[in-house]
């Protein structure tokens, strides 16, 4: 099939707007899945995407399709919506011509559309416009399109009116896509050159490799080359998501399929590598992708059941899968060996330890979530920090920067007031403010990234009554005030428990972490105390009371000296217990630092 019968496109819209169901009914119409195959979120293959009803990993699909006598060959891939899987979008956008951009009828524009608009725009997308549940008696189409006029610059007589639920619309709309978005050039005499945009591992196979060609093409029994590391396979077989996965013989510019090769290094295999033919190479790879941005970090240990290398094996699978996630070795003296792991957001943690604990039956011990800083040395030396406790010593560093994100939230104009008191709570300054309807509007704010990642979001949720929308986008690291906070448990600083604060709010932050540490920790047989310290000084104190034997109890009448020779004697017990007793801290306490709500 030639190149101009050919069209790959992506389906993009914010969380929850229905770009599943639409793919649903696009395999439907186009005969790719049969009536007894048909399921809802059909390619939403992990477990976890059918429980919590979002799209975690892209999917790709090939379908046929006929149009004036004409067959078409259709590459879909679906992306996820959350402001954490933003990469994963990134990625299906470079291996594609077009895009629909979806926009649900009864919200209008929200925080991600206009992201992932932008995203689209930047990777020279052609982007259709679609308002979806036009069945809904709250839809208002009307208002819908003149936001994306507005905020995206489709032209509202220009966007497709459809229900992706009951199928309304759907069938113009496949001709929309062989009529409007623009087939893939025709390099197929050129050398071959292919963009691997996923992977995942196969205990049986190997390394499965996803990939886009856009040059020459791929045979079976070719020797390939990975022009990142320049390792070469054979290709034992190749295919098309159909949407099963299916053996071809070969694959032409233009087209998605998948590779095996019988490659079994999990680390030969890069997102963003380009594919070649080992005899006659390309002279160049494909752009590949910018390497993602951890912005989360968190600590990871081995909990019950699960031992060191158990957990490095399945962290080594999860990083083939999910590119946006890293991890390297760690080491406490309160919880052993472990790993220090990078995350876009707190979403993409809490997916990577559940699938930690259903795809692998590993238990975690889990720290609480910081981001990264960067520190100028006074040397001159600049470095990047994950966790407080690389931070060098304070006399030895020029200053200390803090991540600033650009964030821009969309909200009812009734609920402005409540949430501009909320930001100016979190440090974020004010840039722009534009109204994209007589009713909504979108706020610009520049954000300190440790103040939103964690509760914010839920917080923004609930002062709106669930209308408001957010998405961030990082800028980059600038100098502030911060300080170090350090923790004390019996008076032995405990790493996992430190934070890096602003100084304006580090003596409330932390009386108010210590209120709740002291419910967290349960009692032992001797007091603890618990101490908050900025640099040598103690700003902070709350004292965990001992459980009390009453050693008098058998003592009736007679000499007082006799009481008060059981109760020395108890206290000196307690006083040596004290010094050589552990402390044991529950992982309720490493989470409970994270909120930085002002309620007790």
């Known amino acids: 099939m030639g190149t101009e019968h050919i069209r790959n496109f992506s389906i993009i819209a914010h969380i929850d707007h229905g770009k599943s169901t639409l793919a649903d009914r696009i395999l439907e119409l186009t005969g790719a899945v049969s009536d007894r195959d048909k399921k809802d979120q059909l390619l939403d293959n992990m477990e976890l ?4 009803g979002i799209t975690i990993k892209a999917s790709a699909v090939t379908l046929n399709y006929q149009y004036e006598g004409k067959n078409y060959m259709l590459n879909l891939i679906d992306t996820p919506g ?36 932008h995203l689209a725009i930047e990777n020279d997308v052609e982007l259709i416009g679609v308002l979806n549940k036009i069945d809904l008696p709250a839809a208002d189409p009307e208002a819908a399109s003149e936001e994306v006029e507005h905020a995206i610059g489709i032209r509202k007589n220009e966007c497709f009116q459809i229900s992706a639920k009951n199928g309304t619309g759907v069938p113009e709309l496949l001709e929309a896509i062989v009529t409007f978005l623009p087939p893939p050039a025709d390099q197929s005499k050129k050398r071959t050159a292919a963009l691997v945009f996923d992977s995942h591992s196969d ?12 040059a020459g093409k791929l045979k079976v029994k070719q020797k390939i080359r990975f022009m990142g590391n320049g390792k070469t396979y054979l290709i034992t077989e190749l295919g098309k998501f159909l949407p099963n996965m299916t053996s071809v013989n070969e694959l032409s510019a233009g087209e998605v399929g998948y590779v095996i090769a019988n490659i079994r290094e999990l680390t030969d295999v890069t997102i963003g590598d380009t594919i070649t033919d080992d005899a006659k190479p390309a002279q160049k790879p494909l752009t590949g992708y910018k390497p993602p941005i951890q912005m989360v970090f968190s600590d990871f240990y081995p909990g019950n059941n699960t031992d060191y290398p158990k957990l490095r094996a399945a962290f080594d699978k999860l990083v083939l899968n999910d590119a946006s996630f890293s991890f390297v070795p760690n080491n406490s003296p309160a ?17 990577i330890q559940e699938r930690l604990e259903r795809e692998y039956g590993i238990d975690v011990v889990q720290t609480a979530p910081t981001v990264s800083y960067e520190i100028l040395a006074k040397s001159g030396k600049v470095i990047r920090i994950d966790s407080p406790s690389e931070l060098p010593d304070i006399t030895k560093v020029e200053e200390l920067r ?18 501009m008191k909320l930001a100016e709570s979190r440090r974020c300054k004010l840039i722009k403010t534009d109204y994209i309807s007589g009713t909504r509007v979108m706020l610009e ?5 440790a103040e939103i990642v964690y509760d914010f979001y839920n917080i923004l949720k609930s002062i709106s009554h669930g209308y408001a929308t957010m998405d961030y986008e990082f800028m980059g690291f600038e100098k502030s005030n911060l300080v170090k906070m350090d923790v004390l448990v019996n008076k032995v600083a405990v ?17 108010r972490l210590i209120t709740r540490l002291r419910k967290s920790i349960p009692r032992h047989q001797f007091e603890i105390p618990l101490q908050v310290a900025i640099g040598g000084k103690i700003i902070a104190r709350e004292t965990i009371k001992a459980f009390r034997k009453e050693v008098t109890a058998k003592l009736y009448g007679g000499d007082v000296t006799r009481k008060m020779k059981l109760l020395k004697k108890q206290k000196e017990g307690k006083k040596r217990m004290k010094n050589i007793g552990s402390v044991q801290i529950p992982q309720e306490a490493f989470m409970s630092i994270l909120d930085s709500s002002t309620s007790q």
């Open 402 to 419: 803090e991540p600033f994100v650009q964030l821009e939230i969309i909200t009812a104009s009734d609920s402005i007031g409540d949430i």
């Open 49 to 52: 995407e059918r429980e919590r």
């Open 203 to 214: 205990d049986y196979r190997g390394v499965i490799c996803y990939v886009r060609i856009f």
């Open 445 to 449: 704010y520049k954000a300190p990234l």
């Open 335 to 351: 919880l052993g060996f472990g790993f220090r792991c990078g995350f876009l957001g707190l979403l993409h943690m809490e997916i």
């Open 495 to 511: 790493d996992a428990l430190s934070l890096i604060v602003h100084r304006s709010t580090a003596e409330a932050r932390g009386r």
């Open 82 to 117: 959350h402001v954490d899987f933003h990469y994963e979008v990134s990625r299906a956008l470079a291996a594609c011509e077009g895009a629909l951009l979806i926009v649900d009828a009864t919200q209008g524009v929200e925080a991600q559309t206009v992201a992932n608009a």
